[in-house]
């Protein structure tokens, strides 16, 4: 498994790469899988539908499934910040790539995602985890970097840049113990 962080502040377009990007690797014959960090309470159910009756009644677990879907849903009691290797660990091992929204803090291998108009400043000068810069201002960047300039509106681009630095992209899991 291949596994990439997307980098940025908000509105910057990680997003909208992402949901891009899966089907430019997929038509390259990659499976894709998705892992979003969010930053606040969410909800994926609706109000009076039996899995949701089934969580506000207390199951800790909620398994649906049917034969085009299954999706599991944990309650958790007490607030909980998984590692995106937690959250790795959970997915299925036959998936070509990963790509991972929101855990910029994460050690894994990232792009940053930055555009001149949102205003905030890059990441990579601090981060050595960023291996490329994906934006739609190249001329704009702060600072010179040695890392690859992708650009931002060329999703095709973008993948075929991953599938070509795939090996740098390899997870080991055994490298990142899950935390207690």
């Known amino acids: 498994m291949k596994v990439v962080g997307f980098a940025g502040y908000s509105g910057s377009g990680k997003t909208t ?5 899966i089907p430019a690797l997929q038509l390259r014959g990659q499976r894709v899988s998705v892992i979003k960090h ?8 609706h109000p009076g539908k039996d899995t949701w009756r089934h969580r506000e009644a207390g199951a800790f677990e909620v398994l649906a499934a049917s034969p ?7 309650e958790l009691r007490e607030r909980v910040e998984h590692s995106v290797h937690d959250l790795l660990a959970e997915l299925h091992p036959a998936v070509d790539w990963v790509l991972v929204e929101g855990f910029k803090e994460s050690d894994l291998p990232k792009i940053e995602v930055w555009r001149e108009a949102s205003g905030k400043p890059v990441r990579f000068p601090s981060d050595e985890r960023i291996v490329a810069i994906a934006t739609d201002s190249p001329m ?7 890392r690859p300039v ?6 095709d681009d973008v993948a075929a840049w991953l599938l070509d630095n795939a090996e740098s ?10 935390t207690p």
């Open 17 to 21: 790469l992402v949901e891009q990007l």
């Open 38 to 45: 969010a930053h606040h309470r969410f909800d994926i159910d």
């Open 68 to 74: 085009r879907r299954l999706v599991i849903m944990r």
């Open 140 to 146: 704009a960047l702060p600072e010179p970097t040695p």
């Open 150 to 155: 992708l650009d931002l509106n060329q999703p």
């Open 169 to 178: 992209f390899a997870y080991r899991a055994e490298r990142h113990p899950s």
